[in-house]
Each structure stands twice: as C-alpha cells, then as structure tokens.
C-alpha cells in the first residue's frame, strides 16, 4: 500500500532551525515534493528531490534517500511567517501524488 | 498571469444532495487534478484530466465524477452527499501532465455536509 508519514506537529523558536522528517512507502518513485501550506490557503510548492542528496533553495533545503524511503525538510532562520503545515508527498509510478498528513510547525518569538 | 480560481469558496449541504464544484486552470495548463483534504486524512487524489480525457482515479466511490472541458476547466461532480464528505476539495493544474514539478493549486472549496 501507499504510506508517508510524518509528525503531526512541531514547534520551534523564531531564529533556530527545524526539520521536518518525511518517510515514504510508494508503489513506485518518481520524486518527492514538499509543499507549504497557510491555513486557509492553498499549498505552494517548495522543493523536489528526485536524486539522492540535498538540494538547497536559500532558506530552505530538501535532502532525499531513497534506499531508506526518507526525506527531511530543513528550515533555517525560522521567521514568524514560517508557521504553517508543511506537506511531503511522492510521485508514484501511476503518476500520482500520494501526499503524507502534513507537520503543523509553529514558529514562536 | 491569474492563479488556479475555485468556485465557489464555500458550500453547506445537506446529506442526500448533490454538488458541483469548479475549477478554472491557470491559462494555457491544460492538466488538472483534483483533491480531497480533511485532518484526519490529509490530501488524497481524487482525479486527473487532460485534454477532457481521465487519466487517473484515486481511491474515491462512484459518487465522485468529474469532467474536463475543450478550455481545460474542470468540474467535480459529488452525489448523495455524506457527511464524511465534508472537506476542503482542491484543484491543481499544469501545463501538461509530464510537467508535475510545476503544479499550482488553488485555494479551494470548503465543503460542509450537515
């Protein structure tokens, strides 16, 4: 079956750096996304790892391992608007996005 | 360039009913993909379109249709309505379905089922 998770929820202080782990299993891989989404808002894409490795995006970095079916987001010098859930999800061999529950981060002064 | 717009924002229903939700795709994508989220849940795939043909269904029973037009807007179609259905419904689109890396949502229909 199709499974990703993720924890429910985080909280972490303005400034610091958190990350948000992501473990997946698909029917098939074809990259793993990660979205951010503000409540009331629609997710917007953040980062797409379909190679192992880290990819880094000025604050935000993405790092993949396929042979663990992991993943982590990294968000460094966390800032007020950086609370929101934060989704991973995986492309499977169907084409599909199977996406994990989401992590609720909250961000305090 | 005008975002993925979803109509209407919010809808109450009744259980037994019926509800139409539409989806505007941003100019010029012509796949749209459509999603149901709840807390429990998270995001599940409903369906996929591309040039008014399905190429995908998730796991969803037949009271979940949907369809695709000849200008690439999408509507879903849910019957006798529970009051599980009760979601947020999202839309995506991209310009193909190859190109996944750039889907855009929008901001969705709150659907509640009373």
């Known amino acids: 079956g199709q499974n990703i998770d993720q924890p429910t929820e985080m909280t972490a202080t303005e400034g610091a750096i958190v990350q948000i782990n992501c473990t997946y299993q698909t029917s098939g891989f074809n990259g793993l996304f990660w979205y951010q989404q503000h409540a009331g808002e629609a997710p917007t894409f953040l980062s797409y790892?379909?190679?192992?490795g880290l990819e880094e995006k000025g604050r935000f970095s993405s790092f993949l391992s396929r042979s663990k079916g992991y993943s982590y987001l990294l968000l460094k010098e966390l800032q007020m608007k950086d609370s929101a859930s934060y989704l991973c999800a995986v492309k499977d061999y169907g084409q599909n996005f199977v996406f994990g529950p989401g992590t609720r981060l909250s961000v305090l002064p | 360039k005008a975002g993925v717009t979803q109509t209407p924002r919010y809808l109450i229903k009744t259980r037994g009913q019926q509800v139409t939700l539409s989806c505007s795709p941003i100019?010029?994508?012509?796949?749209v993909s459509w999603y149901q989220q709840t807390p429990g849940q998270g995001l599940q795939f409903l369906f996929e379109y591309f040039s008014e043909t399905q190429r995908n269904k998730g796991n969803f029973p037949g009271r979940f249709s949907g369809r695709q037009f000849s200008n690439s807007r999408s509507e879903m179609n849910v019957s006798t309505l529970e009051l599980g259905d009760s979601a947020l419904y999202l839309c995506a689109s991209s310009p193909n379905p190859a190109e996944w890396v750039l889907l855009h949502f929008g901001n969705g229909t709150r659907l509640t089922v009373t």
């Open positions: 790892n379909v190679l192992d």
């Open positions: 100019s010029g994508h012509r796949s």
